[in-house]
């Protein structure tokens, strides 16, 4: 089982408008919902790739029991969320149709009470000693402490357990002090954590802050690894148009599955930029096309950097 | 008791973003959610002012439950809500504090199947007799017939029950043949429903349609209504800058209010123009605020018009 961790879970609402005009109102062509927040969507990729995956993190209010019930519905997908009094938040991504641009809503997360985070500390000591893997994913809801990713990973790394950290400010600061396996900071995130807007650079002061890996996203450049190993660029074979929502979690998704199944930094790297591509080309935002995936799988170029 | 019929009930949800920027991400500062839809509001105004109010109409899903639990906490409401199997609607309000214009999104609303239709119909007819007035606010969501309002006038006026109807468009026309002894068009519904732009004409030609009394909102020039006894105008005491969402639903509540007491028109008015005005001044959207109620109501202009 691969373990995620989603303690910002939310409900991704998606509206399509036929034009978005500020200050107008609109009648929503159509509204979709699904579970959310960057752990969920990892798990929902690995899932979808025939593994079995335990999801946690909180949930509360209506809007969590909306998350549970459709996460539910997704075949492999054991759900271990932790109830919080608080309610869970949406996130409303308003699609207009004539641009096809987004406009995006984040609402803020619940409030998580000192019990709450003692009550997912002791779930979260249950489930990791089953998981081949961990992924940390997301901001932290308020409430709960800023080095609670260190303190996460370092009760994986006691079970022996590898631990991808996807993060991003002070939490990611923080959590890679305590040394997890991969972070995977897109560029911005790895600037604000070293100070250097150069990739190569960055990502060995990254390395020398606790990482032992780190996979950065370059976007349409594809994903640039620094490891024990080695220094990687893995690169789609064309250029992408399309939503790149949720490409970051498919990469991590990518990386993990790889990783259970023993595979090597090039093969982790291939599986992780090709999921973003069926990821980014696919219809829903959010979604993988599998058909994409084993298209481009084929065709990525995996070079030695650095 | 004062009935309120919403068929499409929803949850209204405000955003407060900083600045509205289309095809950006906006962390949402501020999320406010309260049950609405037109007979919703109404009945929460009539509830302010005292009067004992029983609210129908359909509701269903995740969203449905929260606008019955929110409406569970409004006193002297009682929840009479009939229960459908598709889901309630939300409805946002995106407000731009910079500016403190509002974006509106409309969902559609819950697919209505006919043994719904018909146990709600039931449900009706009993409340109805019990009723001393019966408000038909909103529009009808997909599944119930376009000619809902005239059975439910209908219905009203065979157990001797007055009945306001506040709809628009083929609703309000099939609606007004029934005769309700009042309708609350804006100058927009009514040019549509006459095909007339000059509202004393367009007033006089609802009435042949077969509304007893026609009272037109009229913005910011307050009310016009052309009865039986007479026609009259009734203008607030000052031009009011604010915001106008719900001034229609308190002009309802007022004239209702009134009509229940047994006062007569130039008291209806008073108080239905006195709540908008009070509603479009309140901080918060579709409320109203009692003391600008108070004071506006003593200032009220009624003239007679025609």
């Known amino acids: 089982m691969i373990l995620t961790v989603t303690l910002n879970t939310a409900l991704d609402v998606t509206y399509r408008v036929p034009r ?44 969590g029991s909306v998350v549970r019930e459709l996460l539910a519905r997704t075949p492999r997908v054991v759900d271990a969320l932790v109830p919080c009094a608080d309610g869970s938040r949406r996130t409303l991504a308003v699609v207009d149709e004539s641009s096809g641009d987004t406009t995006q809503f984040n609402e803020p997360g619940p409030l998580i009470t000192s019990a709450e985070w003692s009550r997912f500390l002791a779930q979260y000591g249950d489930l990791v000693r089953g998981a081949r893997a961990v992924a940390l994913c997301g901001s932290l809801p308020p409430g709960v402490p800023v080095g609670a990713y260190a303190v996460l990973v370092r009760a994986a790394r006691a079970a022996g357990v590898p631990v991808l950290l996807d993060t991003s400010g002070e939490a990611l600061r923080r959590g890679v002090a305590a040394r997890p396996e991969i972070i995977k900071p897109n560029a911005a995130e790895l600037a604000e954590l070293t100070g250097s807007r150069d990739p190569l650079p960055a990502t060995r002061d990254a390395r020398r802050r606790g990482a032992h890996a780190v996979v950065t996203s370059l976007g349409p450049d594809g994903l640039l690894a620094t490891t024990a190993e080695g220094t990687w660029q893995a690169t789609p074979p064309r250029a992408l148009a399309g939503n790149p929502t949720g490409a970051g979690d498919s990469a991590v998704a990518g990386l993990l599955s790889a990783l259970v199944e023993g595979a ?14 069926a990821t980014v080309l696919a219809p829903v935002a959010g979604e993988f096309d599998p058909r994409t995936y084993e298209e481009v799988r084929g065709s990525v170029k995996v070079t030695t950097a650095g």
Chains 1, 2 share one sequence.
Do not use: C, M, Y
């Open 20 to 63: 978005l005009l500020p200050h107008a109102s609109h009648r929503v062509a159509a509204v979709t919902e699904r579970p959310g927040g960057k752990g969920i969507n990892v798990a929902r990729v690995l899932a979808a790739l025939g593994h079995e995956v335990t999801a946690t993190g909180f949930t509360g209010g209506p809007v």
């Open 264 to 277: 090597d930094w090039q093969e982790r790297l291939t599986r992780a930029v090709a999921l973003s591509a």
